[in-house]
T-cell receptor, first 109, second 116 residues
Framework: GIQVEQSPPDLILQEGANSTLRCNFS?????LQWFHQNPWGQLINLFY???GTKQNGRLSATTVATERYSLLYISSSQTTDSGVYFC???????????FGKGTLLTVNP | ETGVTQTPRHLVMGMTNKKSLKCEQH?????MYWYKQSAKKPLELMFV???????ENNSVPSRFSPECPNSSHLFLHLHTLQPEDSALYLC???????????????FGPGTRLTVL
């Protein structure tokens, strides 16, 4: 099956800093979602982005499908951005999202 | 997000108990999913239903028994669980099974299960 690698595994920031999270995947995809899991376990949809670039407030994401990676940018980070960020691509061959191990982000005040 | 709800939010049970987890989606979706999230591991897909028909059973032990009575409701019946089954159980739904490119899965808040 498709392999998904997220980096870095852990990231600690001061409030106001910017960051880039990376997701590499091993197969061609027709869907890729980014999620934020808050400390209570809720998975929140951030982006549906199989290719191209999207922006939503302080967050933006870029997927380069031909090179099999996606990036999540967080600007002017806030303490409420803390949590785990998951990348989940879906290969062309089936309907299943495959989750990476996530990046644990801690934003300190 | 309140489009997908799960109850209970927390559950503690003994190994001999029988309990059920409930998921309800209010999005008019046709596909529903159960995932398991154990500590330090990626989310694992357990079951998938499309139009109330099970289409995926990912080598899950028989002590987990799913039920989908209609496209809005999904249950996970639990019996004689083991302590290693303690985890966060997440339900999700999507418009369809996601074979097309325009699909997104929406997750419920999860049930945190502890098996003693």
């Amino acid at each position: 099956g498709i392999q998904v690698e997220q980096s870095p595994p852990d990231l600690i920031l001061q409030e106001g800093a910017n960051s880039t999270l990376r997701c590499n995947f091993s197969d061609s995809v027709n869907n890729l979602q980014w999620f934020h899991q808050n400390p209570w376990g809720q998975l929140i949809n951030l982006f549906y982005i199989p290719s191209g670039t999207k922006q939503n407030g302080r967050l933006s994401a870029t997927t380069v499908a031909t090179e099999r990676y996606s990036l999540l940018y967080i600007s002017s980070s806030q303490t409420t951005d803390s949590g785990v960020y998951f990348c989940a691509p879906r290969p062309l061959s089936n309907y299943k999202l495959t989750f990476g191990k996530g990046t644990l982000l801690t934003v300190n005040p | 997000e309140t489009g997908v709800t799960q109850t209970p939010r927390h559950l503690v049970m003994g190994m001999t108990n029988k309990k059920s987890l409930k998921c309800e989606q209010h999005l008019g979706h046709n596909a529903m999913y159960w995932y398991k999230q154990s500590a330090k591991k990626p989310l694992e897909l357990m079951f998938v239903y499309s139009l109330e028909e099970r289409v995926e059973n990912n080598s899950v032990p028989s002590r987990f028994s799913p039920e989908c009575p209609n496209s809005s409701h999904l249950f996970l019946h639990l019996h004689t669980l083991q302590p290693e089954d303690s985890a966060l159980y997440l339900c999700a739904s999507s418009q369809d099974l996601g074979r097309g490119s325009q699909d997104t899965q929406y997750f419920g808040p999860g049930t945190r299960l502890t098996v003693l």
